[in-house]
């Protein structure tokens, strides 16, 4: 079956530690978003990749480093400096910007990070 | 700048009873209009969309009409059940946006339980 996985889905490091999150997907898509959700504020994006070896900050990028070495990867790295980690972190795909069906974004299951 | 309003929640509603999520956007272009769905503890999955004026986007008893006159896109649904208790997320996606194209706007979401 064609997916977006993440892994683990919960994760807990102590405060100071680096931590990197897994994005993994089979469907093919050359775009891949990582957003933050925490209660009440809805979704933010956090970087987005149109195309390997290429990305972009999203609205929240302070803290957080990215990657895209390969079409199907995109992970996700929280830094030390990001000053509230602790949050639940999702990672999407979508077909690309030549597509007509571009703008449908299908999520993985999440990771839970807490931080303490 | 580009936004996305929801009404805020939560909605308490008896099975059986009519849905409506209000959801109002602001756009400088023509967006695509989606609703997802995040059943606990899971990510969003994509409910429904409409790409021009008048659409309407449909999928499991769910419905929502693209408004452009009044900038909306309610969600309803005419019975709802209690497994469509999940927080529901109004987005839009702006095409050519130099960059980036198919990024997603979110409303912060509105929770709705079902109660039997």
């Known amino acids: 079956d064609g997916g977006i996985t993440q892994s683990p889905k919960y994760l807990f490091r102590k405060e100071g530690q680096n931590v990197t999150l897994s994005c993994e997907q089979n469907?093919?898509?050359?775009?891949m978003y990582w957003y933050r959700q925490d209660p009440g504020q809805g979704l933010r994006l956090i970087y987005y990749s149109q195309i390997v070896n290429d990305f972009q900050k999203g609205d929240i990028a302070e803290g957080y480093s990215v990657s895209r070495e390969k079409k199907e990867s995109f992970p996700l790295t929280v830094t030390s400096a990001q000053k509230n980690p602790t949050a639940f972190y999702l990672c999407a795909s979508s077909a690309g910007t030549f597509s007509i069906s571009s703008y449908e974004q299908y999520f993985g299951p999440g990771t839970r990070l807490t931080v303490t | 700048g580009d936004s996305v309003t929801q009404m805020e929640g939560p909605v308490t509603l008896s099975e059986e009873a009519f849905l409506t999520i209000n959801c109002t956007y602001t756009?400088?272009?023509?967006?695509?209009l989606f609703w997802y769905v995040q059943y606990p503890g899971e990510g969003l999955q994509l409910l429904l969309k409409?790409?021009?004026?008048?659409d309407k986007g449909s999928n499991k008893g769910f419905e929502a009409t693209y408004r452009k006159e009044t900038t909306s896109f309610h969600l309803e649904k005419g019975s709802v059940q209690v497994s469509d208790s999940a927080v529901y997320f109004c987005?839009?996606?702006?095409?050519?946006?130099?960059?980036?194209?198919?990024?997603?706007?979110f409303g912060k979401g509105t929770k709705l339980s079902v109660k039997p």
């Open positions: 756009a400088t272009g023509y967006p695509s």
């Open positions: 409409a790409t021009k004026a008048d």
């Open positions: 469907l093919n898509h050359d775009a």
């Open positions: 987005a839009l996606s702006l095409p050519g946006r130099g960059g980036s194209q198919g990024n997603l706007i």
